[in-house]
């Protein structure tokens, strides 16, 4: 590529509404411009870096053994009326009419039309196991978009649905995608870390989050460093599970009685003040005292409160006004395994708290079961607040203490068991000719959130400095006087070619700038290798190479600089 025949939109200044770095600097780079809020078009150089991601992403999941195809985005809303989630999505959703007045929705997610693809076309188990993926523009409409490509309303991801005759199987296959997930962030070049986490609104059992690790992440994570564990703080349970059940008992007691839940034994029971606005709700199960705050996110949330205008926050309430308080089945969003039809609602008080729930006790014993504080900026205090709740625990796998850091969430993986091919009569025939519903698993990757998210892990004060995987370009040259030097001009032409012919996706940089605006432009949207060709360096047979991260050029031999690269 030659700059002249590209299209670089670099700007000066970063527009001022953006808040985190990767936003700023994307903006700067020219890499993507806003359209509208949460909505971008990916420039050329951006786009290069996306494609770059997204062939990492297919390469990985096509050695994994998955198959990919396209799914359309437009879905008629009969499917997510088939399995309830026309209902319990919330406005997350977007919906529309066609001319005939026919309901549809742009996919938020997935589940639904691959479900309706394979009980089509899948029979026999000898058609199992199946596992399809797409890489496909997502539209969710975010109550907050914000970070740029990070929490976009339209973004890009690929996700991928395992189909299977058994749970043994769909275990083998989640193992073999959560190996995959490793390998994919790996390559990309990325600091990540797999931790256990909630299904949220997609729902299922087991799941795993990807988080790339960095500061400005929306997610705590809590992990022993002697030990495997880590789990997004949402689901870590920082109290150890064999606290004594009486002392539980008596714990759940001061925070929750049957007629009321106060704010300050809520915060007595945190051991600390409680910051943010959202709805409590203490739910009780059989005897034991169940207490949850509810998120602030997975649409489970104030929207759905508010919808309930009805609920007398001190009556007992239904089972139905519980399912549709929470969005789903009560015991769906805690780890707690809640028999909703043992459930009710004792009290709803609107709290001053974090954004999502704390804290739960079952009959096994008493557990902090989260803490997430949400979908704001991290202050430095905010992360010092967590650490007192759960920092220094014991973990909860018995091996050491536990730590906390702050993640970006770009992959999530999900063992769905049978919840969206039950609801569609998603079936095979097995050997014995009987037949059975299929066992599913669901796999996420947000692959327009991880060029924010790497960014957010590379950047410096010239720029962002991207790893050499998924770089705009690899490397540049940036010739001293390409028009005014024939000598200058046949050497970088030379360079060129022979780095392109080796395979290097090189820019050579043939503007007619000043050498500090060309070398201004390369640092800023990433580039890795800079080769600077010269008069006083070509006299002497030698081109000036310099790395992103590097203080000092060196001069290099010309002839060795296809080797040096290497
Ligand atoms: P989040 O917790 O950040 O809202 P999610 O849990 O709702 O994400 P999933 O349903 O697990 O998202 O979707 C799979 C992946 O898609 C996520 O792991 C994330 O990387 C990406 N993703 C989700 N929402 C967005 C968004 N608004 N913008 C960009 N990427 C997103
Ligand atoms: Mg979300
Ligand atoms: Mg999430
Ligand atoms: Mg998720």
Known sequence: MRTTQFFLSTLKEAPSD????????????????????????????????LRKVENIVREEMNRAGAIELLMPAVVPAELWQETGRWEKYGPELLR????????????????????????????????????????????????????????????????????HTSFDDLQREYRNMHDTYSRIFTRLGLKFRAVAADTGSIGGTGSHEFHVLADSGEDAIAFSPDSDYAANVELAEALAPDTPRGAAGEAMQKVATPDRVRCEDVADFLKQPLTKTVKAIAVMHDDDFVLLLLRGDHNLNEI????????????????????????????????????????RVIADRTVAAMDNFVCGANTEGFHLTGVNWGRNLPEPSLVADIRNVVAGDPSPDG???????????????????????????????????????????????????????????????????????????????VPM???????????????????????????????????????????????????VV?????????????????????????????????
């Open 18 to 49: 953006a808040e985190i770095v990767s936003h700023r600097l994307m903006l700067r780079a020219g890499l993507i411009k806003r359209l509208a809020g949460g909505i971008y078009t990916w420039m050329p150089a951006g786009l290069r870096i």
């Open 96 to 163: 529309f009419k066609d001319r005939h007045q026919r309901d549809f929705v742009i996919g938020p997610t997935h589940e639904e039309v691959i479900t309706d693809v394979v009980r089509k076309d899948v029979k026999s188990y000898r058609q199992l196991p199946i596992h399809l993926y797409q890489v496909q523009s997502k539209f969710r409409d975010e109550i907050r978009p914000r970070f740029g490509v990070m929490r976009g309303r339209e973004f890009l991801m690929k996700d991928g649905y395992s189909f």
């Open 304 to 343: 759905k409160v508010g919808k309930l205008p009805g609920l007398d926050p001190f009556r007992f309430a239904t089972d139905a006004e519980v399912e549709r308080f929470l969005g789903c089945k009560p015991g769906y969003i805690g780890p707690v395994g809640v028999d909703a039809a043992k459930v």
């Open 399 to 477: 091996k050491g203490a536990l730590e906390l850091c702050r993640g970006i969430e770009v992959g999530h993986i999900f063992q769905l068991r049978t919840k969206y091919s039950a609801a569609m009569g998603c079936t095979f025939l097995d050997e014995t000719g009987k037949e059975q519903v299929m066992e599913m698993g669901c796999y996420g990757i947000g692959v327009s959130r991880i060029v924010g998210a790497a960014i957010e892990q590379g950047h410096d004060a010239r720029g962002i400095v991207f790893p050499a995987a998924i770089a705009p370009f690899e490397a540049c040259i």
């Open 481 to 531: 006087g390409y028009a005014k030097s024939e000598a200058v001009k046949a050497a970088a032409d030379k360079l060129y070619g022979e780095l392109r012919a080796a395979g290097i996706d090189v820019v050579l940089d043939d503007r007619n700038e000043r050498p500090g605006v060309m070398f201004a432009d390369m640092e800023l949207i990433g580039v890795p290798h800079r080769i």
């Open 534 to 566: 010269g008069e006083r360096g070509l006299a002497e047979g030698k081109l000036e190479y310099k790395g992103r991260t590097e203080t000092e050029a060196q001069m290099i031999a010309a002839g060795d600089m296809l080797a040096f690269l290497k």
